[in-house]
């Protein structure tokens, strides 16, 4: 096998992002631990790559199956070079509509999931000192629109958690990229979608409406999962990979209007932010 075949390890391989990208990988030549809570839909792939796919079943909110996966995929290729956390899901709904039990779903497996993924591949990587980590996070994790509170607050916990990652193992050789996608045509919008058991007449015309949008656009969203995974593929190829890559000229253009109003904003209210100090202190950067 040539130097430049990595190995992939995925979640979420059954439909989608997950999907796309690891048939993409596979047909890139690179080898592929396809990961999925039903690994029996993984069988096509398995067969026409007997050598370079493995199927591994992994509920990412199973702690037990997380280290398994990770075992697995370094028993049948020796080592893990790029680790995609792309598992996840929507619960769409206003704050108060979801349940508490919803909620803890949600950040059980968009963000303690992926949390223990990346702590359980680290030992790993940090011993070959290389290695590459694409957290699936979404426009919705630096931008935030009712009725998307929960599953938003998730992506912006995985951005967070991205970006002060991809300053620690920098130093040690592995690379972090945050994938924020806009609409793509896969299964998010209709069977992954999670929502309220109950609705509030209240909010009908702020998250009910997204809600509406959601399933109104199941099938017909812009973006195309299978560019979405070459899309991906140059990041982990290039030699200087974005911390951020967002996907999809929607996304972009969210991204940019967040950027320029937070700025306005910041610039606005500068002074009584800065008139915040003990007098006479100069107040530089947090952490040096
Ligand atoms: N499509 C979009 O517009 C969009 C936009 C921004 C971000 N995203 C993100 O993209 C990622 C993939 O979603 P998708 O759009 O490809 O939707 P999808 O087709 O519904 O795929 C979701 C995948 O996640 C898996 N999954 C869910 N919970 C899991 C768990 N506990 N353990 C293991 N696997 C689990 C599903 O497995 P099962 O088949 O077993 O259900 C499926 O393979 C998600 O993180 C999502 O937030 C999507």
Redesign the pocket.
């Known amino acids: 096998m040539a130097d430049n075949k990595k190995v992939w390890l995925i979640?979420?391989?059954?439909?989608?992002?997950?999907?796309s990208l690891t048939e993409a990988v596979l047909k890139h030549g690179h080898r592929v631990v396809a990961?999925?809570?039903?690994p029996e839909?993984l069988s096509d792939l398995v067969d026409q790559y007997p050598e370079t796919a493995k199927a591994v079943r992994?509920?990412?909110?199973n702690t037990q199956q997380v280290h398994d996966a990770v075992k697995s995929s370094v028993d049948a290729f020796g080592h893990i070079d790029v680790l995609v956390n792309?598992?996840?899901?929507?619960t769409i709904g206003a704050l108060e509509e979801v349940s508490e039990e919803a909620i803890q779903r949600q950040f059980?497996?968009?963000v303690f999931?992926a949390l223990n993924m990346i702590k359980a591949v680290l030992p790993g990587l940090r011993q070959q000192r290389s290695g590459h980590i694409l957290n699936?996070?979404?426009?919705?994790g630096f931008v935030s629109f009712a009725g998307t509170g929960i599953?938003c607050s998730t992506?912006f916990a995985l951005e967070g958690l991205s970006e002060a990652l991809s300053k620690e193992v920098a130093p040690l050789g592995i690379k972090v990229t945050i994938i924020?996608?806009?609409?793509?045509?896969?299964?998010?919008?209709?069977?992954?979608l999670a929502t309220p058991e109950h609705l509030i007449d209240d909010y009908a015309s702020t998250s009910g409406e997204f809600l509406k949008w959601i399933r109104e656009t199941d099938g017909t969203?812009p973006?195309d999962?299978d560019k979405a995974a070459q899309a991906m593929i140059q990041a982990v190829e290039s030699h200087n990979p974005p911390l951020r890559l967002a996907l999809g000229a929607d996304a972009l253009h969210l991204i940019s209007e967040k950027l320029s109003s937070v700025k306005a904003e910041m610039e606005a209210w500068k002074q009584v932010s800065i008139n915040t100090a003990f007098e006479g202190l100069e107040v530089g950067a947090i952490g040096g």
Do not use: H, M
């Not at 792309?86 to 929507?90: D, E, F, P």
């Not at 699936?136 to 919705?140: K, N, T």
């Open positions: 979640t979420g391989s059954s439909t989608g992002f997950g999907r990961t999925a809570r039903k839909q992994l509920d990412v909110t792309n598992a996840g899901y929507g059980a497996t968009n999931g699936i996070s979404s426009v919705g599953y992506k924020e996608p806009g609409a793509f045509r896969t299964d998010f919008n209709g069977r992954s969203q973006g999962p």
